[in-house]
């Protein structure tokens, strides 16, 4: 029988016995609910595998509830699961940073795992770490694609990463955290062959000039060439390298044009090292978008990292 709150509504049912719920079993339970795995959780926690099972068992106990179906892969959330999460939650990660670790600035706090895109954290992020390296922040940082990331930081492998779109759902919080204009660019031998054609004939000057990219299927230039020209792409890729930083040293030598970020090649444009084919009075952005990995909270320097790429980015 669920108990009734004072308006007569069903409730969240009490514990068998007199005691209260131990908050060590709570934080387990919502570890594995965000993660959807014992084994993931037990990661997130920093515990081995069997505890995370006996304490989710203990927690079933005491509530006489089941919370989670197990599957094959993973574990699914009962619909009192979802009910208990919802209740837990919000409380559970306030209470994160006083009774989880050290305070800010403490030596015992531990690293912060951040990851997100190379070209990015390379040049936009890891010149502004250094106050908090100073403060005895320690950072663990990683590389790689967008979706890759997202799925290690539900893994618990990850505390922050920097994403180039919003993920899907509400498991987890996201902010946004800075925009990334595109530009088309190309060497000045290039640019004085084909910058009086393209003013004139429009993007079909660019044909027969080879193209590099970072891939195959040309994501970035395609949406340029939707967004500014309004025509879809049909040019085939020259060069491809992996690596916006790559791609952008190999147009600087003269390999053809790109379409590559503004802040990456900021300084060559301003030093003539590259030259900019067009500038649209609208042109197309991206909004980057910082994720925190659900319960990090526990490690207090993942507000203070999280906080500061806030704060430095707002103001870049």
Known sequence: MRDRDPNGQPGMPSPQGSGLLDLNLLRTFLAVYR??????????????????????????????????????????????????????????????????GALFGGSDAEPVHLAGPAEYLTHCVMPTLAPLVDKGVRLRIAFGLTDDLLDGLRAGRHDLVVATLRPRGRALASVPLADEEFVLVAA?????????????????????????????????????????????LTCRPSVT????????????????????????????????????????????????FLVQRPGSSTNPHVALVRDHLLRTAHDA
């Open 188 to 232: 000045p031998s290039w640019a004085e062959r084909i910058a009086s054609p393209l003013a004139t004939e429009g993007p079909a000057a660019l044909h027969g000039v080879p193209l590099v990219s970072y891939a195959e299927d040309l994501p970035i230039v395609r949406r340029y060439w939707r967004h500014v020209f309004g025509r879809r």
């Open 241 to 288: 390298v992996p690596d916006l930083r790559a791609v952008k040293d190999a147009v600087v030598g003269g390999a053809g044009f790109s379409v590559l970020p503004r802040y990456l090649c900021a300084a060559d444009l301003a030093s003539g090292t590259l030259t900019l084919l067009n500038d649209p009075d609208d042109p197309p952005i991206n909004t980057g």
């Open 35 to 100: 993660v959807g795995a014992f084994t993931a959780g037990a990661r997130v926690l920093g515990l081995s595998q069997p505890t995370v099972t006996t304490q989710i068992r203990s927690l079933e106990s005491q509530l006489g509830r089941e919370l989670f179906e197990r599957l094959s892969r993973g574990v699914a959330p009962t619909p009192f699961a979802d009910e208990l999460a919802a209740r837990v939650m919000e409380p559970l990660d306030a209470l994160g940073p006083v009774s989880g």
